[in-house]
Protein backbone atom coordinates (compact mmCIF):
# COMPACT_ATOMS: atom_id res chain seq x y z
CA UNK A 1 0.00 0.00 0.00
CA UNK A 2 1.52 3.52 -0.92
CA UNK A 3 0.18 6.62 0.63
CA UNK A 4 0.45 9.92 -0.76
CA UNK A 5 -0.31 13.19 1.42
CA UNK A 6 -0.83 16.64 -0.19
CA UNK A 7 -1.99 20.31 0.73
CA UNK A 8 -4.27 22.44 -0.58
CA UNK A 9 -2.35 25.68 -1.64
CA UNK A 10 -5.63 27.45 -1.73
CA UNK A 11 -7.41 26.45 1.34
CA UNK A 12 -4.57 24.79 3.55
CA UNK A 13 -6.12 21.56 3.81
CA UNK A 14 -4.67 18.07 4.05
CA UNK A 15 -5.99 15.36 1.06
CA UNK A 16 -4.59 12.02 1.34
CA UNK A 17 -4.39 8.89 -1.19
CA UNK A 18 -3.64 5.38 -1.43
CA UNK A 19 -2.91 3.17 -4.20
CA UNK A 20 -1.51 -0.41 -4.48
CA UNK A 21 1.42 -1.32 -6.61
CA UNK A 22 2.60 -4.73 -7.34
CA UNK A 23 6.18 -5.59 -7.82
CA UNK A 24 5.39 -6.91 -11.84
CA UNK A 25 4.40 -3.70 -12.38
CA UNK A 26 6.69 -1.88 -14.48
CA UNK A 27 7.79 1.59 -14.70
CA UNK A 28 4.79 2.86 -16.58
CA UNK A 29 2.39 1.16 -14.08
CA UNK A 30 -0.82 3.15 -13.78
CA UNK A 31 -3.19 1.89 -11.06
CA UNK A 32 -7.05 0.56 -11.73
CA UNK A 33 -8.00 1.92 -8.50
CA UNK A 34 -6.56 5.06 -6.07
CA UNK A 35 -8.51 5.66 -2.57
CA UNK A 36 -9.27 9.29 -1.75
CA UNK A 37 -10.11 10.16 2.03
CA UNK A 38 -13.10 12.10 2.76
CA UNK A 39 -11.51 14.10 5.46
CA UNK A 40 -8.10 15.17 6.71
CA UNK A 41 -7.39 12.68 9.49
CA UNK A 42 -6.84 10.17 6.33
CA UNK A 43 -8.17 7.01 8.36
CA UNK A 44 -10.81 6.37 6.49
CA UNK A 45 -7.90 4.99 3.61
CA UNK A 46 -7.48 1.84 5.77
CA UNK A 47 -11.14 1.00 5.21
CA UNK A 48 -12.03 0.37 1.58
CA UNK A 49 -15.74 1.02 2.22
CA UNK A 50 -15.34 4.55 3.53
CA UNK A 51 -12.94 5.34 0.88
CA UNK A 52 -13.82 7.29 -2.41
CA UNK A 53 -12.61 4.94 -5.45
CA UNK A 54 -11.28 6.87 -8.50
CA UNK A 55 -10.92 5.00 -11.40
CA UNK A 56 -8.21 5.52 -13.41
CA UNK A 57 -8.36 5.46 -17.23
CA UNK A 58 -5.18 3.98 -19.24
CA UNK A 59 -2.85 6.23 -21.48
CA UNK A 60 -3.05 3.58 -23.77
CA UNK A 61 -6.87 3.94 -24.46
CA UNK A 62 -6.46 7.44 -25.51
CA UNK A 63 -4.31 6.95 -28.05
CA UNK A 64 -5.13 6.86 -31.74
CA UNK A 65 -3.97 3.86 -34.13
CA UNK A 66 -4.93 5.38 -37.41
CA UNK A 67 -1.90 7.72 -38.47
CA UNK A 68 -2.22 11.21 -39.54
CA UNK A 69 -1.05 11.97 -43.64
CA UNK A 70 1.82 13.91 -43.86
CA UNK A 71 -0.23 16.92 -45.50
CA UNK A 72 -1.15 17.88 -42.22
CA UNK A 73 2.42 17.65 -40.69
CA UNK A 74 4.36 20.78 -40.00
CA UNK A 75 4.15 24.47 -38.78
CA UNK A 76 1.47 26.54 -40.39
CA UNK A 77 0.88 30.33 -40.01
CA UNK A 78 -3.09 31.56 -40.09
CA UNK A 79 -4.86 34.17 -42.19
CA UNK A 80 -5.34 37.12 -40.30
CA UNK A 81 -6.22 40.51 -40.89
CA UNK A 82 -3.46 41.79 -38.27
CA UNK A 83 -0.47 40.95 -36.32
CA UNK A 84 -3.70 40.43 -33.07
CA UNK A 85 -5.39 37.46 -35.28
CA UNK A 86 -2.41 35.89 -36.54
CA UNK A 87 -1.30 32.23 -35.22
CA UNK A 88 1.38 30.11 -35.40
CA UNK A 89 -0.71 26.32 -35.41
CA UNK A 90 1.89 23.32 -34.81
CA UNK A 91 0.72 19.66 -35.96
CA UNK A 92 2.13 16.01 -35.05
CA UNK A 93 0.54 12.42 -34.92
CA UNK A 94 -0.53 13.37 -31.77
CA UNK A 95 -1.10 16.57 -31.03
CA UNK A 96 -2.09 20.55 -32.34
CA UNK A 97 -0.75 23.19 -30.70
CA UNK A 98 -1.94 27.09 -31.37
CA UNK A 99 -0.52 29.77 -29.92
CA UNK A 100 -0.41 33.87 -30.70
CA UNK A 101 1.93 35.39 -33.51
CA UNK A 102 2.42 38.16 -31.10
CA UNK A 103 2.60 37.02 -27.40
CA UNK A 104 3.03 32.89 -28.01
CA UNK A 105 0.31 32.90 -25.79
CA UNK A 106 -1.23 29.10 -26.22
CA UNK A 107 -4.76 29.19 -27.66
CA UNK A 108 -4.76 25.47 -27.64
CA UNK A 109 -3.12 22.35 -26.73
CA UNK A 110 -4.93 19.05 -27.72
CA UNK A 111 -3.90 15.85 -27.79
CA UNK A 112 -5.29 13.53 -29.95
CA UNK A 113 -6.89 9.97 -29.27
CA UNK A 114 -9.00 9.31 -32.07
CA UNK A 115 -8.29 9.71 -36.27
CA UNK A 116 -10.86 9.38 -38.86
CA UNK A 117 -9.65 9.99 -42.98
CA UNK A 118 -12.39 11.04 -45.43
CA UNK A 119 -11.90 11.45 -49.04
CA UNK A 120 -14.31 14.16 -50.06
CA UNK A 121 -15.35 16.07 -53.22
CA UNK A 122 -13.00 18.66 -52.47
CA UNK A 123 -9.78 16.91 -51.20
CA UNK A 124 -8.60 15.04 -48.46
CA UNK A 125 -10.10 15.54 -45.06
CA UNK A 126 -9.38 14.08 -41.42
CA UNK A 127 -11.77 14.13 -38.37
CA UNK A 128 -9.79 13.92 -34.78
CA UNK A 129 -11.07 13.77 -31.60
CA UNK A 130 -8.83 15.55 -29.02
CA UNK A 131 -9.02 16.50 -25.25
CA UNK A 132 -7.22 18.77 -23.40
CA UNK A 133 -6.50 19.29 -20.04
CA UNK A 134 -7.42 22.65 -18.44
CA UNK A 135 -6.78 22.74 -14.56
CA UNK A 136 -7.39 19.14 -14.34
CA UNK A 137 -10.27 19.12 -16.05
CA UNK A 138 -10.37 17.60 -19.35
CA UNK A 139 -12.61 19.04 -22.38
CA UNK A 140 -13.16 16.82 -25.70
CA UNK A 141 -13.13 18.50 -29.13
CA UNK A 142 -13.50 17.98 -32.48
CA UNK A 143 -11.03 19.07 -35.22
CA UNK A 144 -11.24 18.69 -39.31
CA UNK A 145 -8.57 18.99 -41.17
CA UNK A 146 -9.22 19.73 -45.03
CA UNK A 147 -6.49 19.96 -47.80
CA UNK A 148 -6.34 22.55 -50.39
CA UNK A 149 -3.06 22.06 -51.73
CA UNK A 150 0.04 21.35 -50.91
CA UNK A 151 0.33 24.66 -49.07
CA UNK A 152 -2.86 25.65 -48.05
CA UNK A 153 -5.21 23.22 -45.47
CA UNK A 154 -8.37 24.62 -43.61
CA UNK A 155 -8.90 24.34 -39.81
CA UNK A 156 -11.82 23.96 -37.44
CA UNK A 157 -12.66 22.96 -33.77
CA UNK A 158 -15.63 22.36 -32.27
CA UNK A 159 -16.65 21.48 -28.70
CA UNK A 160 -17.29 17.94 -28.51
CA UNK A 161 -20.37 18.23 -26.20
CA UNK A 162 -22.05 19.63 -29.62
CA UNK A 163 -21.28 16.30 -31.34
CA UNK A 164 -19.37 17.71 -34.06
CA UNK A 165 -21.99 19.38 -35.68
CA UNK A 166 -21.11 22.70 -34.72
CA UNK A 167 -17.47 24.75 -34.73
CA UNK A 168 -16.81 28.20 -33.31
CA UNK A 169 -13.18 28.35 -34.38
CA UNK A 170 -11.88 28.37 -38.57
CA UNK A 171 -8.69 28.80 -39.64
CA UNK A 172 -6.94 29.32 -43.02
CA UNK A 173 -3.60 27.73 -42.89
CA UNK A 174 -0.52 28.39 -45.60
CA UNK A 175 3.02 27.55 -45.56
CA UNK A 176 4.70 30.99 -46.39
CA UNK A 177 6.52 30.43 -49.88
CA UNK A 178 8.10 33.20 -52.66
CA UNK A 179 7.19 30.73 -55.27
CA UNK A 180 3.86 29.26 -56.59
CA UNK A 181 3.40 27.17 -59.66
CA UNK A 182 -0.27 28.64 -59.79
CA UNK A 183 -1.34 31.43 -61.93
CA UNK A 184 -4.30 34.06 -60.66
CA UNK A 185 -7.54 33.40 -61.75
CA UNK A 186 -9.68 35.89 -63.29
CA UNK A 187 -6.63 38.12 -64.90
CA UNK A 188 -7.81 41.94 -65.06
CA UNK A 189 -8.77 45.20 -63.32
CA UNK A 190 -11.19 45.30 -60.33
CA UNK A 191 -12.06 48.37 -58.26
CA UNK A 192 -14.57 49.42 -55.77
CA UNK A 193 -17.27 51.17 -55.90
CA UNK A 194 -17.23 53.14 -52.62
CA UNK A 195 -15.08 53.73 -49.94
CA UNK A 196 -14.25 50.74 -47.22
CA UNK A 197 -12.25 50.34 -44.10
CA UNK A 198 -9.86 47.36 -45.70
CA UNK A 199 -8.75 44.98 -42.76
CA UNK A 200 -4.91 44.89 -44.23
CA UNK A 201 -3.63 47.46 -42.03
CA UNK A 202 -0.24 47.26 -44.29
CA UNK A 203 -1.36 50.23 -46.22
CA UNK A 204 -1.42 53.74 -45.71
CA UNK A 205 -4.47 54.66 -46.49
CA UNK A 206 -6.98 51.62 -44.35
CA UNK A 207 -10.20 53.87 -45.89
CA UNK A 208 -10.37 54.99 -49.37
CA UNK A 209 -10.98 53.37 -52.80
CA UNK A 210 -9.13 50.17 -53.72
CA UNK A 211 -8.27 48.47 -57.11
CA UNK A 212 -6.56 44.99 -57.38
CA UNK A 213 -4.91 44.27 -60.27
CA UNK A 214 -4.85 40.12 -61.00
CA UNK A 215 -2.49 38.62 -63.42
CA UNK A 216 -0.93 41.93 -65.01
CA UNK A 217 2.32 41.55 -63.93
CA UNK A 218 4.78 40.67 -67.22
CA UNK A 219 6.95 38.32 -65.19
CA UNK A 220 4.26 36.17 -64.14
CA UNK A 221 0.78 35.67 -63.98
CA UNK A 222 1.18 34.37 -60.31
CA UNK A 223 1.62 37.68 -59.07
CA UNK A 224 -1.51 40.43 -58.03
CA UNK A 225 -1.21 44.18 -56.81
CA UNK A 226 -3.43 45.80 -54.78
CA UNK A 227 -3.59 50.07 -54.57
CA UNK A 228 -5.33 51.90 -52.49
CA UNK A 229 -5.94 55.74 -52.60
CA UNK A 230 -7.53 58.34 -50.31
CA UNK A 231 -6.97 62.00 -49.43
CA UNK A 232 -4.31 62.76 -47.16
CA UNK A 233 -5.73 64.36 -43.67
CA UNK A 234 -3.33 67.38 -43.29
CA UNK A 235 -3.01 68.64 -46.90
CA UNK A 236 -6.92 67.41 -49.03
CA UNK A 237 -5.31 68.45 -52.43
CA UNK A 238 -3.06 65.34 -51.71
CA UNK A 239 -3.67 61.96 -52.89
CA UNK A 240 -1.79 58.97 -51.09
CA UNK A 241 -1.25 55.58 -52.84
CA UNK A 242 0.17 52.88 -51.44
CA UNK A 243 -0.17 49.18 -52.28
CA UNK A 244 0.46 45.78 -51.85
CA UNK A 245 2.54 42.73 -53.70
CA UNK A 246 1.15 39.56 -53.37
CA UNK A 247 1.69 35.84 -54.85
CA UNK A 248 -1.42 33.96 -55.73
CA UNK A 249 -0.51 30.61 -53.56
CA UNK A 250 -3.27 28.20 -54.09
CA UNK A 251 -7.01 28.63 -55.22
CA UNK A 252 -9.51 25.89 -54.73
CA UNK A 253 -13.28 25.36 -54.13
CA UNK A 254 -15.44 24.31 -51.54
CA UNK A 255 -18.92 23.96 -53.48
CA UNK A 256 -20.67 25.44 -56.28
CA UNK A 257 -20.91 29.11 -54.80
CA UNK A 258 -17.00 30.49 -54.55
CA UNK A 259 -13.62 30.27 -55.38
CA UNK A 260 -11.39 31.16 -53.35
CA UNK A 261 -7.57 32.37 -53.93
CA UNK A 262 -5.18 32.75 -50.56
CA UNK A 263 -2.69 35.80 -51.41
CA UNK A 264 0.64 36.09 -49.23
CA UNK A 265 2.41 39.00 -49.21
CA UNK A 266 5.81 39.91 -47.34
CA UNK A 267 6.39 36.78 -46.97
CA UNK A 268 4.90 35.51 -43.49
CA UNK A 269 1.28 37.03 -43.92
CA UNK A 270 -1.91 36.60 -46.48
CA UNK A 271 -5.26 37.89 -47.26
CA UNK A 272 -8.16 35.67 -48.89
CA UNK A 273 -10.03 36.68 -52.08
CA UNK A 274 -13.31 34.67 -52.85
CA UNK A 275 -15.04 35.18 -56.13
CA UNK A 276 -18.63 34.16 -56.29
CA UNK A 277 -19.21 31.57 -59.16
CA UNK A 278 -22.50 32.41 -59.76
CA UNK A 279 -22.43 36.51 -60.12
CA UNK A 280 -23.57 38.11 -63.40
CA UNK A 281 -20.72 40.37 -63.49
CA UNK A 282 -17.05 38.95 -62.57
CA UNK A 283 -16.07 40.32 -58.91
CA UNK A 284 -14.24 39.30 -55.95
CA UNK A 285 -14.76 39.91 -52.19
CA UNK A 286 -11.86 40.39 -49.87
CA UNK A 287 -13.09 38.70 -46.54
CA UNK A 288 -11.76 39.94 -43.03
CA UNK A 289 -9.93 36.79 -41.64
CA UNK A 290 -9.93 33.39 -43.21
CA UNK A 291 -11.17 31.95 -46.28
CA UNK A 292 -12.96 29.26 -44.49
CA UNK A 293 -15.59 31.20 -42.38
CA UNK A 294 -17.17 33.61 -45.15
CA UNK A 295 -20.48 33.88 -42.88
CA UNK A 296 -22.64 36.09 -44.28
CA UNK A 297 -22.30 37.89 -47.58
CA UNK A 298 -24.05 40.85 -46.97
CA UNK A 299 -21.59 41.62 -44.56
CA UNK A 300 -18.83 41.89 -47.09
CA UNK A 301 -20.34 43.64 -49.41
CA UNK A 302 -18.52 46.60 -49.01
CA UNK A 303 -15.31 44.86 -49.60
CA UNK A 304 -16.16 43.96 -52.69
CA UNK A 305 -14.21 44.55 -56.37
CA UNK A 306 -16.19 44.89 -59.31
CA UNK A 307 -14.27 44.12 -63.02
CA UNK A 308 -13.18 46.99 -64.67
CA UNK A 309 -11.10 46.32 -67.61
CA UNK A 310 -8.51 44.48 -68.74
CA UNK A 311 -4.67 44.54 -67.43
CA UNK A 312 -4.04 47.18 -69.94
CA UNK A 313 -5.46 49.61 -67.46
CA UNK A 314 -2.31 49.32 -65.17
CA UNK A 315 0.20 51.07 -67.35
CA UNK A 316 -2.87 54.41 -66.50
CA UNK A 317 -2.43 53.43 -63.04
CA UNK A 318 1.50 53.44 -62.22
CA UNK A 319 1.20 56.62 -64.32
CA UNK A 320 -1.12 58.08 -61.61
CA UNK A 321 1.09 56.60 -58.70
CA UNK A 322 4.07 58.64 -60.55
CA UNK A 323 2.14 62.06 -60.79
CA UNK A 324 1.05 61.32 -57.09
CA UNK A 325 4.74 61.65 -55.79
CA UNK A 326 4.86 65.11 -57.00
CA UNK A 327 2.06 65.64 -54.15
CA UNK A 328 3.77 63.94 -51.97
CA UNK A 329 6.65 65.35 -52.40
CA UNK A 330 5.00 68.85 -51.92
CA UNK A 331 3.25 67.33 -48.91
CA UNK A 332 6.96 66.75 -47.10
CA UNK A 333 8.12 70.04 -48.32
CA UNK A 334 5.07 71.34 -46.79
CA UNK A 335 5.58 69.50 -43.47
CA UNK A 336 9.38 70.82 -43.13
CA UNK A 337 8.13 74.55 -43.87
CA UNK A 338 5.76 73.89 -40.93
CA UNK A 339 8.18 72.31 -38.79
CA UNK A 340 10.69 75.17 -39.45
CA UNK A 341 8.50 77.86 -38.89
CA UNK A 342 7.76 76.00 -35.50
CA UNK A 343 11.24 76.28 -34.55
CA UNK A 344 11.54 79.93 -34.73
CA UNK A 345 8.16 80.70 -33.27
CA UNK A 346 9.86 79.02 -30.43
CA UNK A 347 13.17 80.49 -29.76
Not at 34 to 52: G, M, N, P
Amino acid sequence: MNYVISRSTQAQKFLCFSYIKTKSAGPTFLPNEVYFSQDETCRDLLARESAVILKIIPNQLMESKVQLPKWTQGVWLSVGASNVNSNRVHINQTQLVITAENDETIKYDLKFFKVMLNRGNYGNSVRIRARSLDQCSSKYYCIKLVLRSTTVIDLSIGLDQHRCKETHTHYTLFKPTLQSGISCPQSGIYKTSNTYQSPLTVSTCSTGMWTLAIGCENTSSSELTLFSSCRHEIVPDVQVITSINGICLATWRTDHRFQRTLVVYEKNKAFCLIQPLKSMAASWILPESSCTNLGSLSIHVENSFSYSSPCQEKTRLLLSSSSSLHRVTYLLFYLTMQVLIHVNVMK
